[in-house]
């Protein structure tokens, strides 16, 4: 097994289940698109790696809260376990990454410039009368043998 961590985008969301043991799963497919550059130095899109990540336990209940009201769509970064898993399919070989994820967050969507509806915050602290570093030093030594100074102190 190899360690993995990314972030993706969520393909298909199955929900939360529940083992025989009582214990809380999710699991969803992610698909991370390489972006690199080509000969003309534009970035292009290069080919996709599909995850199978499964996260277990009490954080899974959690983040199936959050991952359902968005639609079961998102960007999610996960860290875990990775291994292969090599399978048939209609008599073609294929190939999977299987993760068992330490860790699930999902990644903020964009909000628009002005925040929506939001306010601007607002300023709570007034700005100086007066800048204490344009006044020069009074009776400024110099600290490290300089000698007396009138230049601020930094």
């Given at each position: 097994?190899?360690?993995?961590?990314?972030?993706a985008?969520?393909?298909?969301?199955?929900?939360?289940?529940y083992?025989?043991?009582?214990?809380?799963?999710?699991?969803?497919?992610?698909?991370?698109?390489?972006?690199?550059?080509?000969?003309?130095?534009?970035?292009?899109?290069?080919?996709?790696?599909?995850?199978?990540?499964?996260?277990?336990?009490?954080?899974?209940e959690?983040?199936?809260?959050?991952?359902?009201?968005?639609?079961g769509k998102?960007?999610?970064?996960?860290?875990?376990?990775?291994?292969?898993r090599?399978?048939?399919h209609?008599?073609?070989?294929?190939?999977?990454?299987?993760?068992?994820?330490?860790?699930?967050?999902l990644?903020?969507?964009?909000?628009?410039?002005?925040?929506?509806?939001?306010?601007?915050?607002?300023?709570?602290?007034?700005?100086p009368?007066q800048?204490?570093?344009?006044?020069?030093a009074t009776?400024?030594?110099?600290?490290?043998?300089?000698?007396?100074?009138?230049?601020?102190?930094?």
């Amino acid at each position: 097994m190899a360690n993995v961590s990314t972030t993706a985008n969520i393909g298909t969301y199955h929900g939360l289940k529940y083992g025989n043991d009582g214990k809380p799963r999710i699991s969803f497919s992610a698909a991370e698109t390489a972006r690199i550059k080509d000969q003309a130095g534009q970035w292009v899109d290069g080919g996709t790696t599909w995850f199978n990540v499964t996260l277990f336990g009490g954080a899974s209940e959690a983040l199936d809260q959050i991952i359902a009201s968005q639609g079961g769509k998102g960007k999610v970064n996960f860290t875990g376990r990775m291994s292969t898993r090599v399978y048939e399919h209609n008599g073609e070989k294929r190939e999977s990454l299987d993760v068992v994820a330490d860790s699930v967050g999902l990644v903020p969507r964009n909000q628009p410039a002005n925040g929506g509806n939001q306010q601007q915050p607002t300023r709570t602290q007034a700005a100086p009368q007066q800048d204490p570093w344009a006044a020069p030093a009074t009776q400024d030594t110099g600290g490290w043998g300089n000698g007396p100074t009138n230049e601020p102190a930094f």
